[in-house]
C-alpha cells in the first residue's frame, strides 16, 4: 500500500454544518423555521438539492427549486469554511502520511470550484484531486478512483479508499480498490455496503501507514 485516498465530506473534513447553516439561513430568508442539525447531517452527502427538497418540502419539479439551490450555493459558498474543520486526527495523519512518502488523494462527488475554494481556505493539499464534475460520470462510478491512481501513477491494488457512504464503497470495489468505511461520517453504515474494512477513529488508520 502506498497510496491512500478520501473522500472528502463527511470523511476528510466535517462540512456539515456549514451546510446546515447555508440551508438554515435560506430558510429564514424565506420567512420559515430553520430545521434541526441532526435533520440536514445525513443529507448532506447527497448534496445541496436533497437539502433544498428537505428544506422547502418540495422537488425540482417546484417551479422556485433552482433558484433555491443556486441561493443555496451561494450562502455556502460564502461561509464554507465557517465552521468546518478536518476531522480530529486528520491533521496528524496527513504529517504522518507525508512523513512516510505515501501518496493521498482526494476523490468526491463535491463540484471542483467549492472543492478547491474549501481546500484553500483550510490549506489542505492533497497530490491529486478528482470532483465531481471532473469526469463524465461521478462515485459510485469507479472512473474518478481509477483516474486518480492514473494521475498518481500507481496501481489501484496498492491503494487504500476510505469514505463514510455506501456509493464510496461500491466506487472502491468496482475499481479493484480496497475500502474503509468510517462509522464517524455523516451515513449509517451498514454490512451490505461491501467495505473491506471497518473503523470508528482516523487513528485507526495508522496501522496501515507505520
Known sequence: MNTILFDLDGTLVDTAPDLAYALNTLLLEHNLEK????????????????????????????PKFSERHQRLLEIYTNNIDKYS????????????????????????NKPENLTQLLLNKLNIQPDVVVCGNTLEYNKPHPAPLLYACAQLAVEPKSCLFIGDDKNDMIAGKNAGIKTVAVTYGYGKVEQNWGYDYLINTVKELEKWIL
Open 85 to 108: 474543520a478536518t476531522f480530529p486526527g486528520i491533521d496528524a495523519l496527513i504529517v504522518l502520511l507525508k512523513k512516510q512518502g505515501l501518496l493521498w488523494g482526494i476523490v468526491t
Open 35 to 62: 430545521k434541526p442539525y441532526a435533520d440536514i447531517e445525513p443529507l448532506v452527502s447527497f448534496g445541496g438539492k436533497a437539502l433544498v427538497s428537505m428544506g422547502f418540502d418540495c422537488d425540482e419539479s417546484h
